[in-house]
């Protein structure tokens, strides 16, 4: 169990591990995104392979994990590229309550869409 609410503030630097229960342990979770109290956004390594996690705390984390989620599922069925949810779970914390964790495969050679953006001419934005 991982004191989540910690990360969230103050330790950006520092790597953890997160147990999944059924799903696993997350290993060698790197921040790399916070809001605090509320989201983490993390690198890692599950089931042996690149990932990135979101990880939602607080009273309101099962709404934004699923709002997050069904983005993903409506920028699927728009046929848009995305990394592929490998996995929708719980996790539990320290204090006993809930996070909600999305986990998505990492992109190893992934282009930045606003730098692409800026290089297109309107019909190379239209298509991106």
């Given amino acids: 169990m ?54 939602f705390i607080g009273d309101a984390a099962r709404r934004y994990a699923e709002r997050d989620a069904t983005g993903f599922r409506l920028l699927q069925d728009a046929g848009v590229d995305t990394p592929e949810l490998l996995f929708s779970g719980v996790a539990k914390q320290l204090d006993g309550s809930e996070a909600h964790v999305l986990i998505y495969a990492a992109i190893e050679s992934g282009l930045n869409a606003e730098s692409l953006w800026s290089e297109m001419d309107a019909n190379g934005r239209f298509s991106l």
């Fill in 2 to 55: 991982a004191d989540l609410r910690k990360y969230t503030r103050e330790c950006l630097e520092t790597l953890f591990d997160l147990d999944l229960g059924e799903g696993g342990v997350l290993q060698k979770l790197q921040p790399v995104r916070a809001v605090p109290d509320k989201r983490l956004v993390c690198r890692g390594v599950w089931q042996g392979k690149p990932v990135f996690t979101k990880i």
